[in-house]
């Protein structure tokens, strides 16, 4: 696989990560005393991987029924309207 390719997901993938809801929960288990600090990153790590899997085997199947181009206009669509959702919820309270 070309590098480049490689870089920009993991960085796409990674700035995506940064503060949302699965890094608050990850944070939340390391901060309580009974869980290991190691098993935190080991458990977390590996839902991650499990979850990249799926998304990589569900996206392969998608693939060949619907054109790339076509999943990327849903995907960004879905952003625009989950954003425009919070948006809402934002100014109407």
Same mark, same amino acid.
């Given at each position: 696989?070309?590098?480049? $390719?490689?870089?920009? $997901?993991?960085? =796409? !993938?990674?700035?995506?990560?940064?503060?949302?809801?699965?890094? &608050? %929960?990850?944070?939340? +288990?390391? %901060?309580?005393?009974?869980?290991?600090?190691? /098993? !935190?990153?080991?458990?977390?790590?590996?839902?991650?991987?499990? =979850?990249?899997?799926?998304?990589?085997?569900?996206?392969?199947?998608?693939?060949?029924?619907?054109?790339?181009? +076509?999943?990327?206009?849903?995907? /960004? &669509? /879905?952003? $625009?309207? $989950? /954003? %425009?959702?919070? &948006?809402?919820?934002? +100014?109407?309270?």
């Amino acid at each position: 696989m070309d590098l480049k $390719i490689m870089g920009t $997901i993991f960085l =796409s !993938v990674f700035l995506a990560e940064l503060g949302d809801k699965t890094q &608050l %929960a990850t944070v939340c +288990y390391a %901060a309580d005393a009974q869980c290991k600090p190691l /098993g !935190v990153f080991l458990a977390s790590a590996a839902a991650l991987v499990a =979850s990249s899997f799926l998304a990589v085997f569900v996206g392969g199947m998608v693939a060949k029924v619907v054109p790339p181009h +076509y999943i990327k206009i849903a995907a /960004g &669509l /879905g952003f $625009i309207v $989950i /954003g %425009a959702w919070f &948006l809402w919820g934002v +100014y109407k309270s």
